[in-house]
């Protein structure tokens, strides 16, 4: 793959895109690692003789019997009331990457995206290193949220280091989907690699390894990144006030946030319902997730292109449908079997969304400040990362784990009919020309304020003349 990227490319873009690729890959590994451990690992903090318990209700007489499954109800009530902190761990790292995304846009063209990558690399390896020799919830705390400054720094610069080698939109949407994929790989990985890890020799283990990694990546990027800074002024600034002012992207970062809440809901607060329902083995809680990275992969994979052949909006409808469907079958499964479709047809939802719509959204600033969008974008999921957990968790306390998934479920649904009405009437054909006119006439303004000249913008690429059928079109 990289190989074939080297041939028509050279080595230093080559490079580079590796050195992106597998910094997001451990990014996210490191993401979905914690996840079947965190939940497990907190619970034996606060319960450390559950584990007998469970086992003397299995083994001994009636009369024991009888006092184990009492203090098995009062560790179902202990379960519920852990979803809560779990919760608030998982999304301390979605709302520092929430905060950090707009702060990493500005600062990176300042710092250099190399060096902002480097920053973000550093502070993953720390954040692992914390999870390793971490014990308390504290300092599990601190090492989720310092990774959301790392994902932070290290999904914006990666992005735009990546677009910046790569100035041309098809050679661009190529590369692009290669790293993309080191998300849903990532992702993939994660989830077993802790849960087998941490029921063969415990905790620190799984996040030892993830450390190593990063360690291995920061020497490539020491080897081959320029950390020099340089900053160049954009032309055709298109602020963030401008993006939000605009139907389209308001809609586009809606259905993000929304597909995405579906699992950042499911990560705290799934492995703590089979605990105390189907109780399935450590590594069985890490496994439960495969199949959504599976869905997920596939789906970003094909879906792109027959996205693009059908229409993005009709596959978005589909696929929320599907995440709806979903959450409803999830909570119906009696057995780790049974979870295996409903967790793929969500992966595979989700990743159907992310695949027709994050090119879109891309596309609306394809010769202006592309920083801004994957910010906008980077920051929609984190919003999803950090209500679900917080709200999720503490929801599950007050209506159930089912009905929460029923109103996850509902409002995939009810943003379908949202998209569907404003397709009947038109709303994102008329946004979307809007929105182009707006870029074109930012990008003429700045123009023309450059000395009355068009040397310095044509130095920095070819006006919107795609986006305008008129006199400067070709």
Known sequence: MF????????????????????????????????VPIIPDYLFHIENPYSDVLTNISQTTTTNVNEIAKKALVEMEKDLRAENGQVGLLLSSKALLQLIMNPIVGVLSPRLGVHLSLFIGSVSLLVAALIFALGESFIELLIGRSLQGIASACIGVAGMSLV???????????????????????????GYP????????????????????????????????LNFESKFEPSVGVWGWSHMLSHRLVVLISGALLFSTVAMAVLEPCLPLW?????????????????????GYLISTNFFGPLAYKVGRWQVVVISMLIIGVSTFMLPQSKSMLALITPHFLLGLGIGAVDAALVPL????????????????????????????PMIGGELVRAIGFPWLL?????????????????????RIEDDMLRVQWVKYTSYRTAESSENGSNENVNQRGPPFQRFINGDDSD
């Open 163 to 189: 677009a910046q080698e790569y100035p041309e939109d098809k050679e661009r949407s190529h590369v692009m989907g290669i790293v993309l994929g080191s998300v849903a790989l990532g992702v993939l990985l």
């Open 3 to 34: 190989e074939d990227l080297a041939e028509r490319h050279g080595p230093s873009k080559k490079t580079i895109v590796f050195i992106v690729y597998v910094s997001l890959f451990l990014d996210n590994t490191l993401l979905t690692v914690v």
């Open 361 to 388: 959204l891309a596309s609306l600033v394809d010769a202006s400040l592309y920083s801004s969008v994957y910010a906008l974008q980077q920051m929609a999921v984190s919003l999803a990362y950090f209500i679900g």
């Open 193 to 224: 690699l802790g849960g087998l890890l941490y029921d063969i020799s415990g905790k620190s283990t799984p996040f030892f390894v993830v450390a190593f990694a990063v360690l291995c990546d920061l020497g490539l990027q020491v080897h081959y």
């Open 274 to 294: 089979l605990m105390s329902h189907i109780k399935p083995k450590k590594w069985q809680l890490g496994l439960v997730f495969i199949p959504d990275s599976v």
């Open 406 to 426: 029923r109103v996850v479920g509902l409002l995939n649904i009810l943003y379908c009919c949202l998209i569907v009405f404003c397709v009947k009437n038109k």
